[in-house]
């Protein structure tokens, strides 16, 4: 579908056709297309846009990030579908790692995801998590417990971009420090993860990126200062109490 870039909602649109396009094209799973109606109603809540807390999210991730020994994106369906160019941009400001992650895993899906990333491969994008998931989160069943020796078995920072809670929490138990992506703040990953970026996937993502790329000029004491006193308690209480004012005062008409 063509939607014309003078729509109200031309943003929202474009992400939509993404989602079902990459469904007809094996890329998403259905499953994945029931999550991005769930994130689309809580961008409404927070009002389509990058709240100050997510700002400071993203700086603190963006921190992490840079001080990380093995920083490793992990990528699914609807990451793929949405953003796949801006998680490039992202990897390559890092050591290049992405990871495919699937919720469900079929070596088809598999397969499809491989062939997205084709010319980034050989651009610089070390694609883990298909040919070589032979590693097993503890306590996750066989086919989602899959990872990479290389990627997020031995990461110390993982971006989880709608990850879900279970993965999340044990991925905090193997010692990681974890940032989901997430519009849901009441959600099993935001409420588990280390750092949780209350945003949308396409609005967050650049934002990070451009952080990373001002953060790498910074030496290590100066980016400790910026991740010192986070409090992911307090972020998701922000977040909550926005919202709640918001749907007290918003104009209706
Ligand atoms: P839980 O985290 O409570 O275990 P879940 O992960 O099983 O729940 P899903 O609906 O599968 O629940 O997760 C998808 C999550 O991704 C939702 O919380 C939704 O808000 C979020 N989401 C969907 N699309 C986007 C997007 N474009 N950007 C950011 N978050 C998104
Ligand atoms: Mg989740």
Redesign the pocket.
Known sequence: MMVPESHPRYKSLL?RDRIVEAFESGVLAK?GM???G??ET?DYLIGESTTDAALNSIKVSAALLVLAENPVISVNG?SVA?AKDEFVELAKELNGKIEVNLFYRTTEREEKIKDVFESDINGGIVLLGIDNADKQIPGIDHLRGKVSESGIYTSDVVLV??E???RAEALVKMGKTVIA????PL???ARKSTISIID???RCIPLITEYVREYKKMDRAELLKIVENYDNEENLRNILNLISKRLTSVDLI
Request: proline share 4%; no cysteine.
């Open positions: 992400n499953g029931i999550a991005h769930r994130g809580f609807n949405l971009p709608l879900d809670g279970d992506i997430d519009l849901n959600s099993r990953t949308e996937l396409t």
